[in-house]
């Protein structure tokens, strides 16, 4: 079972862990490559053991021989750019950057210092790196590829509910990749034949909005994109989508392992592979020569208990497709 740990209990434990080292441990760390840590909203507990085990298959544990610095944008893209300047200013031996604002922001501060990125969007229209097998600069990472199967994601839909007229996208306005989402969506909304209702949300408020708006259209389902923020609120997304019984999918399996109906995404674990890369970067490995890493697999998940709960009988063919079944 997944377990996310809450923005300031994981917030207050990382500060509280470097407040309680003695000086002379301090002292040590001054010795140690530093990384830092740039994430556009909160990172839960599972994101940041993922990325410690990157590291610790490279050789890196923290607080033995690497010091990392965490920094939270709070969802706030100007509040983001200013951390990244900040870690720039500290002379950081690299930063980890695990979402494409994230890197953006990063690569905006400095064109010297390695950056690792994870990203749904495809990284050379962002301009993070010349191409993905020979990123060229001081960016490289990990792409997802979270965007480019929206149109997979609404055939789903499509296949569970084929009487459906009306599906919805709930797009963060504020991320980069927001357009690219748009298009996506539209173009997958004409290959099923049917109305795609774009929604934006960047904020606690503007979601609330945004399901107020599904059951004011009467929409038939929705989909939730693939961005850090719609992450760290995936206690408020499922708890709306259970309140007004709307029928979801979403990126993130951990969505549906905590109750969500169907999740459709990467089986890469990305945040592992950033952190074998910042490893290796640390050891002398230059981001130019570091292809970017693509994800390849994909898996499908459904909850048999929310979907009997939203009173929708699953086609077999679509059970049979399913990668797994949560009863």
Do not use: C
Not at 42 to 66: C, M, Q, S
Not at 188 to 195: H, N, S, T, V, Y
Not at 230 to 259: K, M, Y
Not at 286 to 298: H, I, R, T
């Amino acid at each position: 079972m997944t377990v996310t740990m809450g923005r300031r209990e994981l917030l207050t434990a990382l500060g509280g862990a470097a407040a309680a080292w003695p000086l002379a441990a301090r002292a040590q760390q001054a010795a140690m490559p530093v990384v830092g840590f740039l994430y556009f909203g909160w990172p839960d507990a599972n994101i940041v053991a993922a990325f410690h085990k990157g590291l610790n298959e490279t050789g890196y544990f923290e607080g033995r021989n690497l010091a990392i610095e965490f920094r939270s944008g709070q969802n706030n893209t100007a509040r983001l750019s200013e951390l990244a300047i900040d870690l720039v200013r500290r002379q950081v031996a690299a930063i980890a950057a695990p979402s494409g604002t994230a890197a953006l922001a990063a690569r905006a501060a400095t064109k010297t210092i390695p950056i690792v990125f994870n990203t749904a969007g495809d990284p050379v229209q962002m301009g993070l790196v010349a191409s993905l097998n020979r990123p060229g600069g001081n960016a490289t990472g990990v792409a997802d590829m979270g965007m480019e199967v929206a149109a997979k994601r609404f055939g789903i839909l499509h296949e569970l509910l084929p009487k459906a007229a009306r599906f919805a996208v709930l797009v963060n306005p504020n991320s980069r990749n927001a357009k690219s989402e748009i298009t996506e969506a539209q173009a997958a909304g004409l290959a099923i034949g049917r109305q795609i209702d774009i929604l934006t949300a960047g904020t606690d408020r503007e979601i609330d909005m945004a399901f107020a708006s599904l059951v004011q259209k009467h929409t038939d389902a929705l989909l939730v994109g693939p961005h850090s923020f719609f992450r760290n609120r995936r206690a408020q997304l499922l708890t709306l989508a259970a309140r007004h019984a709307v029928p979801t999918i979403f990126p993130f399996r951990d969505f549906t392992e905590a109750g969500g109906l169907m999740s459709y995404g990467s089986t890469f674990d990305e945040y592992h592979q950033a952190g074998i890369y910042i490893g290796r970067i640390l050891k002398g490995a230059k981001p130019a020569d570091l292809p970017v890493m693509q994800a390849s697999k994909f898996e499908f998940i459904i909850n048999l208990q929310t979907a009997r709960a939203l009173g929708i009988d699953v086609p077999p063919t679509l059970l049979a497709t399913a990668d797994e079944v949560i009863e």
